[in-house]
C-alpha cells in the first residue's frame, strides 16, 4: 500500500478536463514539495511538474499542479489521445526519511 | 544531453546477488544526488534509496534495508545499487535518476529488469 493516495483511473473525453487527487500526511505533502510523472506505456517515467505547480521546459501548459495542506491535484485540460498514460505523484516523507509515491492514476481518453 | 544507462539486470535465484550500474553522462555527476526507484511488473513506483553526491550519506527504504547497499564512483561517472539476500517481492524493473532538491526526479534511465525465481 502506497504512502500517497491517488485514484486509480480517471477518464474523460478528448478536449475535456481531469484532475487527480494525491492525499498524503503532514510529514509527507505537508512539509516537502510533490511533483508529478507521466508514465507511457513501456517507457521509463517523465517529469511533469515539480515543486508543487511548476513545469520543466517542454511541458506544455496544459499540465497543472497545484498543493493545498496534505494534499496535491493534477490538472489536464484540453485531453489529447497522447495523455493516456498512468501518473505518479511523488514527494519526500519527513518522517520516514524516505521517498515516497502514489499508487499510481491511470488517464483514459475515451 | 542528460543520459543515464542502466545495466546488470537479470535472472537470480532467491537469495542470490546481484549488482546494478547506472552509467551518466551529459552532466557533472558529482554534484547530484542520485537515487534508485524500481517498479514491479504492472504496479506502481517505489522508491528504493539514495546516496549524495559525494558518496558519504545514504537512505534506504525499509523493505530494502540491510540487503541492498547504493554506492558511487564519481571518478567513472557511475551510480551502483549492491543488491543481496534477493526475494521474490524484489523482481522489478529498477531505474536509476538524477534528482534536484528533494524529490525532483528530472532524469530517469530506461531501467534494468531484476528477475528472481527458481
Known amino acids: 500500500q502506497s504512502v500517497l493516495t491517488q485514484p486509480p483511473s480517471v477518464s474523460a473525453a478528448p478536449g475535456q478536463k481531469v484532475t487527480i487527487s494525491c492525499s498524503g500526511s503532514?510529514?509527507?505533502?505537508?512539509?516537502?514539495?510533490v511533483s508529478w510523472y507521466q508514465q507511457l506505456p513501456g517507457t521509463a517515467p517523465k517529469l511533469l511538474i515539480y515543486?508543487?505547480?511548476k513545469r520543466p521546459s517542454g511541458i506544455p501548459d496544459r499540465f497543472s499542479g497545484s498543493k493545498s495542506g496534505t494534499s496535491a491535484t493534477l490538472a489536464i485540460t484540453g485531453l489529447q489521445t497522447g495523455d493516456e498514460a498512468d501518473y505518479y505523484c511523488?514527494?519526500?516523507?519527513?518522517?520516514?526519511?524516505?521517498?515516497?509515491f502514489g499508487g499510481g492514476t491511470k488517464v483514459t481518453v475515451l | 544531453e542528460v543520459q543515464l544507462v542502466e545495466s546488470g539486470g537479470g535472472l537470480v535465484q532467491p537469495g542470490g546477488s546481484l549488482r546494478l550500474s547506472c552509467a551518466a553522462s551529459?552532466?557533472?555527476?558529482?554534484?547530484?544526488?542520485m537515487h534508485w526507484v524500481r517498479q514491479a511488473p504492472g504496479k506502481g513506483l517505489v522508491w528504493v534509496s539514495r546516496?549524495?553526491?559525494?558518496?558519504?550519506?545514504?537512505d534506504y527504504a525499509d523493505s530494502v534495508k540491510g540487503r541492498f547497499t547504493i554506492s558511487r564512483d564519481n571518478a567513472k561517472n557511475t551510480l551502483y545499487l549492491q543488491m543481496n539476500s534477493l526475494r521474490a517481492e524484489d523482481m522489478a524493473v529498477y531505474y536509476c535518476?538524477?534528482?534536484?532538491?528533494?524529490?525532483?526526479?528530472?532524469?530517469w534511465g530506461q531501467g534494468t529488469l531484476v528477475t528472481v525465481s527458481s
Open positions: 535518476t538524477r534528482v534536484v532538491g528533494l524529490t525532483r526526479f528530472d532524469y
Open positions: 515543486e508543487n505547480n
Open positions: 511523488g514527494t519526500w516523507d519527513s518522517s520516514l526519511s524516505a521517498g515516497v
Open positions: 503532514i510529514s509527507s505533502i505537508g512539509n516537502n514539495y
Open positions: 546516496i549524495n553526491s559525494d558518496g558519504r550519506s545514504t
Open positions: 551529459g552532466f557533472t555527476f558529482s554534484s547530484y544526488w
